[in-house]
């Protein structure tokens, strides 16, 4: 886009992953909505494995063929209508396995494991309303709230429950395959921490303990390591992951596993899209992440811990089954996944703080302000980008005023701008 702004050289350009509805992807989400009405023989293709299809088709409904303008007659036509396309399936079958329903699939022994698990489900049920005892119906519609409702749920909060890592050490001794993954997916490096010294003793060969056997396991894979022969069990590796974590200390996870052995990857959600890790046949999901809440009062950002939605949880199962048969198990009710979580997780422009966003597109909003005088930018676009107010208010879902006012006062407040105003200049620190 830099080096070429109306793409002429291209006639395809494809965003993917674009589910994950960051601030910067939102943003390049309108330039490409911009662009296109520029250059209308360039193709956009927007994909990913749960895209809220009718909302983008909506949003570059605009953009029809032939471009934006007006037609000879001085009308303009209508715009073309967007159909989404659902390109197949994954290959294996994944077996969604809720909280209530882990007795029917799993030997929950007595203890800590237990004892979380009961814990769990009466809190559950009580917030489901009476206290009532028994397996999930499965019979919920599906829907979940409004996606742009709420970023965690009113009536339960998330927390991870007390002998979670105990029942997951459980589960994942049960789950085990040799030459296979599972993943944890966990809220943040804290509980990634906690779970990795809970789940430690599983490990039956540390790094520090590797030997030149590693190397003849990985040569045949007939042979089995040490320890497993007799019991026909399966080796432990267990792996935290996050970005906090050194690069290094991570790479042997991408790794395809030996034989008898599984590789146990405790994980945030980075393990969700943005990485691929090898023979995945399983996962666990806590159905929670940690991100970044803005306090339009308090002026500051906080990290804290929400409730996924449920098309977080399903991109979460998809990293099982695509080699092999999958089961994905989420510690949460079936009730709760189907009633109470959202759909879709809000776009980050709806809870961040837009002080940097603002800049930008105040920046944008000038460059695009010079094209339009050099005759790059056709009269007609379907578009009101002459403030960065009013740019803003051109992505897929805009920022809330209140919002974006609180964001030019605190630029003027701290400089970065030289009044609180829509045409107040950027100050060297602005740019900074």
């Known amino acids: 886009v830099v080096s070429d702004p109306l793409l002429c050289r291209y006639n395809t350009v494809i965003l993917d992953e674009v589910h994950e509805r960051s601030v910067d992807a939102d943003l390049l989400t309108m330039l490409m909505k911009l662009l296109m009405q520029c250059s209308p023989k360039v193709r956009l293709v927007v994909m990913s494995a749960t895209l809220q299809a009718h909302l983008f088709a909506q949003y570059f409904s605009v953009v029809e063929e032939g471009g934006s303008m007006a037609s000879?007659?001085?009308?303009?036509?209508?715009?073309?209508?967007?159909?989404?396309?659902?390109?197949?399936?994954?290959?294996?079958p994944v077996q969604e396995i809720f909280l209530d329903e882990?007795?029917?699939?799993?030997?929950?022994?007595?203890?800590?494991a237990r004892a979380g698990l009961d814990k769990a489900l009466n809190e559950f049920w009580k917030m489901e309303g009476g206290g009532r005892k028994g397996k999930g119906t499965g019979k919920g519609k599906g829907k979940g709230k409004d996606s742009g409702s709420a970023s965690g749920f009113r009536r339960m909060e998330p927390?991870?429950?007390?002998?979670?890592?105990?029942?997951?050490?459980?589960?994942?001794?049960?789950?085990?395959?040799?030459?296979?993954t599972l993943i944890v997916f966990l809220p943040g490096i804290a509980d990634i921490t906690s779970f990795y010294e809970c789940m430690a003793p599983l490990d039956t060969s540390r790094a520090d303990r590797r030997s030149s056997l590693e190397t003849s396991w990985r040569d045949n894979d007939d042979v089995r390591p040490s320890g497993n022969n007799s019991t026909g069990e399966v080796a432990l590796r267990i792996y935290p992951m996050h970005s906090l974590i050194p690069r290094e200390e991570q790479e042997e996870v991408f790794n395809a596993p030996l034989a008898g052995v599984c590789h146990v990857v405790l994980a945030s959600?980075?393990?969700?899209?943005?990485?691929?890790?090898?023979?995945?046949?399983?996962?666990?999901?806590?159905?929670?992440?940690?991100?970044?809440?803005?306090?339009?009062?308090?002026l500051m950002s906080c990290l804290v811990t929400t409730w996924c939605s449920q098309s977080s949880c399903k991109q979460r199962s998809g990293r099982s089954g695509r080699t092999?048969?999958?089961?994905?198990?989420?510690?949460?009710?079936?009730?709760?996944?189907?009633?109470?979580?959202?759909?879709?997780?809000?776009?980050?422009?709806?809870?961040?703080?837009?002080?940097?966003?603002?800049?930008?597109?105040?920046?944008?909003?000038?460059?695009l302000e010079n094209?339009?005088?050099?005759?790059?930018?056709?009269?007609?676009i379907e578009m009101d980008l002459s403030t960065p107010t009013k740019l803003l208010g051109e992505v897929v879902q805009p920022p809330s005023t209140t919002l974006v006012e609180a964001a030019i006062r605190e630029l003027a407040d701290v400089g970065c701008i030289n009044r609180a105003s829509e045409d107040a200049l950027i100050t060297p620190l602005g740019y900074i």
């Open 324 to 367: 092999m048969p999958g089961r994905a198990v989420r510690l949460i009710t079936r009730s709760f996944f189907e009633s109470e979580m959202v759909e879709f997780d809000p776009p980050e422009m709806l809870n961040a703080p837009l002080t940097k966003l603002y800049l930008q597109a105040k920046q944008l909003t000038s460059k």
């Open 371 to 380: 094209m339009w005088e050099k005759g790059l930018i056709p009269d007609g």
């Open 159 to 180: 927390q991870i429950t007390q002998g979670f890592d105990e029942l997951c050490k459980e589960l994942i001794q049960q789950m085990a395959r040799e030459k296979c």
């Open 102 to 112: 882990l007795d029917d699939h799993f030997t929950i022994k007595g203890g800590f």
């Open 269 to 298: 959600n980075i393990a969700e899209s943005s990485l691929t890790l090898p023979s995945v046949c399983g996962i666990i999901d806590l159905a929670m992440r940690r991100s970044i809440q803005y306090d339009t009062r308090r």
């Open 72 to 92: 000879r007659g001085g009308r303009r036509p209508p715009p073309a209508e967007v159909k989404p396309i659902f390109v197949g399936v994954r290959t294996y």
